[in-house]
């Protein structure tokens, strides 16, 4: 593939010069939305790079951040690109240790932080940081000292020139989370993110009349590349969410085309959309599940490269009568796509978005493939997979690690690979062919048509006590389709059976407890009854259908915290920690198989 670009700071400069005068970044201030121009960022970009480097910041350096999204945090990116040194982003969400933690292995010379509450954070483990020189303050006036104001005012007296990164050079360090151990740090230079992005040019709908709702953290690499920097190089605009609580309020105020994010969130609008539906008047929820059948019909004559002119007339009214209504309702007047990767959507979920009417494409990668691999894009696009390998890029099945003659580890060829994991050589060994591919841990198989299928994760799958292997994400996923549950981990290492330990969502479990009879509070004590209990198992059973018979779960244990990032359960990028779980919770699942008299069910 002949990139389009070389590296990010290629994109910064067509993009400014191209666009000017089109609005790059909106914000809600006070009730309204403000737009910057790609001009304003420019100017903003130039000044912050003489500011930073009349503090001394060179090539080759390193500068992180610990924000969520916000203009500022794009402004220094690109402040720190085009001075030849490289970004390291962190989430407000994680601990003061990970912060510690990262700085002091990347060595970075400078934190721009988003706020007073993360600079005092930031100080208290600053102790043993020697590396690191200045704190820099998303907040302030230009003459509070320490602020990104008073920085870019100062930068604007002494310019700097643009530096030209080669195609090899750094551009930046995303650690992963990780469900176990320390960050590591992703080596990305220039050439892999810029090329990502010249394969999104060639694959997907964008163009600079687009607008997406950004709320997917930039700190993640899909958010990242696929939004900050693709949506940049195309003249696109983003609309900063004020939170994912604040989502579809947010939709309608903005007005996306496109939305990006992972599983996690299309599986709430999912459960939204549906307990809205349950609510319609009966003929109207009859003619919106009539009109999504047949938008289904003519997805599944598109796959097959047929038509239909009789469903065809009947979805072009559908459309005008209901479903355009949902979209309005739900995204606004303009959503016409969205984008999912970071994991497997279900195809449920998948197909349920898409016959609304807005077109999903679903895409595969990871941090260390900078990230996209495969995507599904208008010209081969097939529901239930993750697509083809993106131009420039191979996939290759190993079925050596699985021992099974269809799905094995996904390996990575092309100019996606990452450079390697920052000072660790023996975790590159591991991850690393001999010939430079980049072993996934995810499994999967290729379809007849080279359509690339996620199965799981190789270290995540278990044997069970009878020999049987299970790969429990997809039955989370699935359990997760469910209204009345919020997360929920599937477990059976080693033992006779599978059980699950849910978060019920509370409000509609109480409502439902309340309609029988049961006493709501405490809660605690309305988990552990027997008719709740059965109610979840019966969930269970209607929502994984398909599962094998020795996958099933038989029992489960209902717990009243969710699991987050706060108390550990999950990384900031929302994977689960299998082992925090089971540390919080090891003794009540052993009580389980305990107690099991005839597999955990009646």
């Known amino acids: 593939m002949a990139s389009k670009f070389d590296t990010l700071v290629d994109i910064f400069n067509e993009s400014t010069k191209r666009f000017p005068q089109r609005p790059l970044f909106g914000e809600k201030r006070n009730g309204a939305w403000e737009w910057m121009t790609y001009a304003t960022f420019k100017e903003k970009v130039d000044n912050l790079r003489g500011g930073l480097a009349g503090l001394g910041v060179k090539p080759g350096d390193r500068v992180a951040v610990i924000s969520n999204n916000r203009s500022e945090w794009a402004i220094g990116a690109y402040a720190v690109y085009t001075l030849g040194a490289a970004y390291v982003p962190m989430y407000e969400a994680q601990h003061d240790t990970e912060w510690a933690y990262i700085l002091r292995d990347c060595g970075a010379v400078l934190c721009f932080v988003a706020n007073d509450k993360i600079a005092k954070r930031l100080e208290g483990v600053r102790g043993d940081l020697t590396d690191l020189k200045h704190i820099v303050n998303f907040v302030g006036g230009d003459t509070d000292p320490g602020t990104l104001s008073a920085l870019t005012r100062r930068g604007a007296e002494t310019p700097a ?42 694959l997907l709908p964008v163009s600079s009349e687009d607008r997406s709702l950004s709320f997917l953290p930039w700190a993640h690499s899909f958010g990242q590349t696929v939004e900050l920097h693709g949506l940049l190089s195309m003249g696109a605009s983003l609309g900063i969410a004020e939170s994912v609580e604040k989502l579809l309020a947010n939709m309608q105020e903005v007005q996306p085309t496109m939305v990006m994010s992972v599983p996690r969130v299309f599986n709430k609008l999912y459960a939204g959309l549906n307990k809205k539906m349950l609510d319609m008047p009966p003929l109207r929820r009859k003619l919106l599940l009539a009109a999504m059948a047949n938008a289904a019909e003519r997805r599944r004559l598109a796959e097959k490269g047929e038509s239909s002119v009789v469903v065809d007339l009947k979805h072009r009214v559908f459309d005008k009568v209901v479903l355009s209504k949902v979209r309005e309702t739900f995204f606004g007047k303009r959503l016409a796509y969205a984008f999912s990767g970071g994991a497997a959507i279900s195809r449920e979920v998948a197909e ?107 270290k995540e799958q278990y044997k069970l006590e009878n020999g049987k292997y299970v790969v429990p994400v997809p039955i989370e996923e699935s359990i997760k389709l469910s209204p009345r549950v919020l997360n929920v981990m599937v477990h059976g290492a080693n033992k006779p059976f599978n059980v699950a330990v849910i978060v019920p969502e509370p409000e509609g479990l109480k409502k439902w407890a309340t309609e029988r009879g049961l006493a709501t509070d405490p809660y605690a004590q309305l988990l552990q009854h027997h008719d709740v209990k059965r109610l979840f198992l019966d969930e269970i059973a209607q929502f994984t259908p398909d599962v094998k018979g020795f996958e099933k779960v038989r029992d489960v244990l209902l717990v009243g915290e969710d699991f987050t990032v706060d108390n550990d359960m999950l990384t900031p990028s929302m994977k689960l920690k299998r082992r925090a779980v089971l540390g919080r919770y090891g003794e009540s699942i052993d009580a389980l198989y305990a107690n099991a008299t005839d597999g955990g069910r009646d």
């Open 161 to 202: 020139p643009i530096f030209k990164p080669e195609k090899g050079d750094l551009a930046g360090l995303i650690y992963t989370s990780g469900t176990t151990g320390n960050p590591k740090g992703v080596r990305l230079s220039h050439h892999n993110l810029a090329a990502n992005v010249s394969a999104i040019h060639e």
């Open 352 to 458: 349920f978005i898409d016959n609304i009417g807005v077109t999903v494409y679903e895409g595969y990668g990871l941090t260390e493939t900078s990230p996209i691999a495969t995507a599904n894009c208008p010209s081969s696009r097939r529901m239930g997979t993750v697509g083809k390998a993106i131009p420039g890029t191979r996939i290759v099945i190993d079925t050596n690690a699985t021992g099974d003659a269809k799905q094995g580890e996904i390996v990575v060829y092309g100019h996606n690979v990452m450079q390697g994991y920052y000072n660790l050589p023996d975790e590159n060994a591991k991850v690393f062919t001999a010939d430079g591919g980049f072993r996934t841990g995810d499994m999967g198989y290729l379809d007849e048509a080279q359509h690339l299928v996620i199965t799981g994760r190789i």
